[in-house]
DNA sequence: GGTCCCGCCTCTCGCTACGTGAGGGTCAAG
DNA sequence: CTTGACCCTCACGTAGCGAGAGGCGGGACC
């Protein structure tokens, strides 16, 4: 019971270039040909099909199937836990990227109507890689990293102005407190501060205090962050930072 | 103050050929050439060049760096939000690939000696998508998922010798049971399946009651892993199901 | 002025896994 | 004998460069 191209690519569900494609790389070559050239495939090419298709669905490129398949003493295993590796490292890396787009939206918010060049210029010689590297040792694999990449995507570029005219709008309540000589352990700083952690809650992700409190310390860690809140009104990185964690031991 | 590519090439810690690229497919063409037809960049081609790595660090294609920057009017967020799906659905996708790995992985211990071919066979018309999506429903972006993630990847072949050989006792002592008559709601048909389960977390993953009576209903929902049960000991898949179940309503 | 060497130039092929025609035979049905 | 579905073999295109080949430019040293 002969196949013809057509027939084996209906069945396994590929195209029939791509049964060329593995016949003249010689992955998978059919056992004959009609007198007038037809590729005739038998049942045991079919079988090899299978094989070759689901090996390719685990993401291995085809020379390595080629040569899993070819060394029939050769233990897979290895190759597996190869795979295994490479696909979570890709995973990581892409969840870096998720991460560092996420940053890029979120500093639309600070600063959204800056043209793409001045965004980036802002973050001068920024570097997405260590930022993210950063969230996702923070963040990473837990459910607030999942309920922030979740929403964040699908925030539309009204949610966005919204949420920067609540950040504005919470900056120059903030400033105000600050020019008022009030401490930064003061119940109105803290009543800020609070107000600071449950924004983050609603737009992003499940804010507790301990996260809040990191947040507290890049602010005055990393320069990117301390320029934005240090353009706001100079010393307010700090006296945020203070008002934060003064907030968290408060009510915990 | 014009730059050569060398020197530009090593400020933006990308090769003379990228730059070379850039220029060819007109994404960063330098402002001016000397006499001689050395590309000279200027500032603003530097920074420029800053832009589009951002981009690039962020994944997106170089044709689509190339709208956003020649579209000053552009908004780039649609673009943002875009590649956030496209990223969070490139890592579904990679995720699954891990799952299915992780399938093949644990299906050698089952049948540890056959060959790829081999194995792939007993699963028959096995649809490694399919699969993937029902782990993904079931244990996508949750703790027990990562866990099993993690510990997987890094058995050895003598892990998974010893889990082959305790799984092989166990199914020996499980079926002796089945054999002696006790009915499947027996202490001793309940202490097996408790057994199971906590091989289960040993070798994979915190697996709760809740998880485990969803295993026993796909070992009689899903002929692949019936099949495996029956092999051991006709009927055992309903047995094994039906004890799962008893164990996990008597012990909650 | 000659020579040395580094850096620059422009090709051009190579990589993955096929997609997409172009141009032309083959086969079963009407 | 024609039609239409199917098959064949080239052969180029894809993204984003890496890795040369073969040749010129420019500053330093003798």
């Given at each position: ?110 600063n959204i109507e800056l043209t793409p060049e001045e965004r980036f210029e ?93 947040l507290a310390d890049m602010y005055v860690g990393d320069p990117r962050f ?27």
């Open positions: 019971m002969p196949y013809t191209v057509g027939q084996v690519a209906r069945a396994a569900r590929v195209t029939v270039r791509t049964l060329h494609h593995y016949d003249e790389i010689g992955l998978l070559s059919p056992s004959g040909r009609t007198p007038a050239g037809y590729r005739r495939y038998e049942d045991a090419d079919l079988e090899r099909l299978q094989v070759i298709r689901a090996y390719r669905e685990l993401g291995f490129p085809l020379e390595e199937i080629a040569e899993i398949l070819d060394d029939p003493g050769a233990d897979p295993l290895p190759h597996l836990r190869r795979q295994h590796e490479l696909l979570t490292g890709r995973i990581g890396k892409l969840r870096e990227m998720v991460a560092a787009i996420e940053l890029a939206m979120e500093a639309r918010t600070l802002v973050f001068g010689d920024f570097d997405p890689d260590a930022h993210a590297e950063e969230a996702e040792r923070r963040w990473g694999g837990t459910e607030a990293y999942r309920q922030s990449t979740e929403r964040v995507g699908r925030y539309s570029k009204e949610d966005w102005l919204r949420n920067k005219a609540e950040n504005e709008d919470w900056g120059r309540r903030f400033a105000e407190l600050m020019a008022s000589g009030a401490p930064a352990d003061s119940p109105e700083a803290m009543a800020l501060a609070e107000e600071h952690r449950q924004r983050i809650t609603r737009w992003f992700y499940d804010c507790s205090y301990e996260i809040h409190t990191g301390t320029a934005y809140y240090e353009k706001i009104r100079p010393g307010m990185a700090a006296y945020l930072s203070e008002a934060i964690h003064a907030n968290a031991i408060n009510r915990a």
